[in-house]
């Protein structure tokens, strides 16, 4: 069993940055696997970034240039650096690992 609890989401202005935290507990070995999905109201959850099984970052289009996925492995946590943000970023994002656990999602609103 994995356990994931993320952090940081909040109330932000277009064009303004947050940092989101996802920080895992369990049956975790290293950082590989975990991402960052997003569900807006009235919408399907999508994948926003993570990080695959060899390392390797993806990234929704939507965000690219945008978002930063990092982690650090002595911590078992990923962050997502979220820079210029628009309304259209307004989502629960829920951490996610190995395609099968997810944390229980932390709220971000872009508004003025």
């Known amino acids: 069993q994995v356990q994931l609890v993320e952090s940081g989401g909040g109330l932000v202005q277009p064009g303004g940055s947050l940092r989101l935290s996802c920080t895992a507990s369990?049956?975790?070995?290293?950082?590989?696997?975990l991402g960052w999905y997003r569900q807006a109201p009235g919408k399907a959850r999508e994948l926003v970034a993570r990080?695959?099984?060899?390392?390797?970052?993806n990234y929704a289009d939507s965000v690219k240039g945008r978002f930063t996925i990092s982690g650090d492995n002595a911590k078992n946590t990923v962050y997502l650096q979220m820079n210029s943000l628009e309304p259209e970023d307004t989502a629960v994002y829920y951490c996610?690992?190995?395609?099968?656990?997810w944390g229980k999602g932390t709220l971000v609103t872009v508004s003025s």
């Open positions: 996610n690992g190995f395609g099968v656990y």
């Open positions: 369990g049956r975790i070995f290293n950082i590989n696997g």
């Open positions: 990080i695959n099984s060899v390392g390797k970052t």
